[in-house]
């Protein structure tokens, strides 16, 4: 998403420098700030829940920005009159539906990490070895490889397109299938997710009794 985005900023909502900075500045503080929500909501919450979430923000916001864009809802250079003055409401939906999806994310990725450690602590309990390297270097590798195969689809999705390199111009089809790349991909990511997380077994009761045997043991 982070890679295809920049051609649908580029080329198909065709956004002013600021334009860029409203947009993607937005998500990222969306991120931010999802992500230091999960430290009061994950005392409220069990981390299978919040995870369904984020995934549920998430998804919505690639979804909600489909529907309007590909979708032929809002035209991509709409704009409201208000006092005389224009409003660009199709950039301002647009950065809302790219802070859903960001803020999404700051509610996954965090929760998810955390996850790992429960893992790695009812391991402890059970086993009494304590594996916190391997699974450091587990979850490592394959953040890295999920990287190269992000941007292995990313050259993928881009040639779909028909992205032309270093073109000043693209075609109509291809910006229309980059944008609805862009708003789809992470939907699709998210639903992958969605399975993994529905078979995580713990929850705050069991994490509670772990977290008891453990401080015995040490």
């Given at each position: 998403?982070?890679?295809?985005?920049?051609?649908?900023?580029?080329?198909?909502?065709?956004?002013?420098?600021?334009?860029?900075?409203?947009?993607?500045?937005?998500?990222?503080?969306?991120?931010?700030?999802?992500?230091?929500?999960?430290?009061?909501?994950?005392?409220?919450?069990?981390?299978?829940?919040?995870?369904?979430?984020?995934?549920?923000?998430?998804?919505?916001?690639?979804?909600?920005?489909?529907?309007?864009?590909?979708?032929?809802?809002?035209?991509?250079?709409?704009?409201?009159?208000?006092?005389?003055?224009?409003?660009?409401?199709?950039?301002?939906?647009?950065?809302?539906?790219?802070?859903?999806?960001?803020?999404?994310?700051?509610i996954v990725v965090p929760?998810?990490v955390s996850m790992i450690?429960?893992?790695?602590?009812?391991?402890?309990?059970?086993?009494?070895?304590?594996?916190?390297?391997?699974?450091?270097?587990?979850?490592?590798?394959?953040?890295?490889?999920?990287?190269?195969?992000?941007?292995?689809?990313?050259?993928?999705?881009?040639?779909?397109?028909?992205?032309?390199?270093?073109?000043?111009?693209?075609?109509?089809?291809?910006?229309?299938r980059i944008a609805a790349?862009?708003?789809?991909?992470?939907?699709?990511?998210?639903?992958?997710?969605?399975?993994?997380?529905?078979?995580?077994?713990?929850?705050?009761?069991?994490?509670?009794?772990?977290?008891?045997?453990?401080?015995?043991?040490?």
């Amino acid at each position: 998403v982070s890679q295809i985005q920049m051609f649908t900023y580029v080329f198909y909502m065709e956004f002013t420098d600021l334009q860029k900075t409203f947009v993607h500045g937005g998500g990222m503080i969306a991120t931010a700030l999802a992500s230091l929500s999960v430290v009061k909501l994950i005392k409220r919450f069990d981390k299978k829940a919040l995870a369904y979430l984020g995934i549920a923000i998430s998804m919505f916001g690639g979804l909600f920005l489909f529907a309007l864009f590909s979708g032929g809802l809002v035209a991509r250079d709409a704009v409201w009159m208000v006092a005389g003055n224009e409003v660009p409401i199709a950039v301002i939906l647009f950065g809302i539906g790219q802070a859903l999806w960001w803020g999404g994310t700051g509610i996954v990725v965090p929760t998810s990490v955390s996850m790992i450690a429960d893992d790695s602590a009812a391991h402890y309990a059970e086993s009494g070895q304590l594996k916190d390297g391997s699974y450091s270097a587990i979850f490592g590798f394959i953040l890295k490889l999920g990287s190269a195969v992000g941007l292995l689809i990313t050259g993928w999705l881009v040639d779909w397109a028909g992205i032309i390199s270093q073109a000043e111009s693209q075609t109509l089809e291809a910006i229309n299938r980059i944008a609805a790349a862009t708003f789809l991909s992470g939907p699709a990511v998210m639903i992958l997710a969605l399975l993994v997380v529905s078979r995580y077994p713990l929850n705050r009761a069991f994490m509670t009794e772990i977290d008891s045997q453990n401080q015995k043991k040490d």
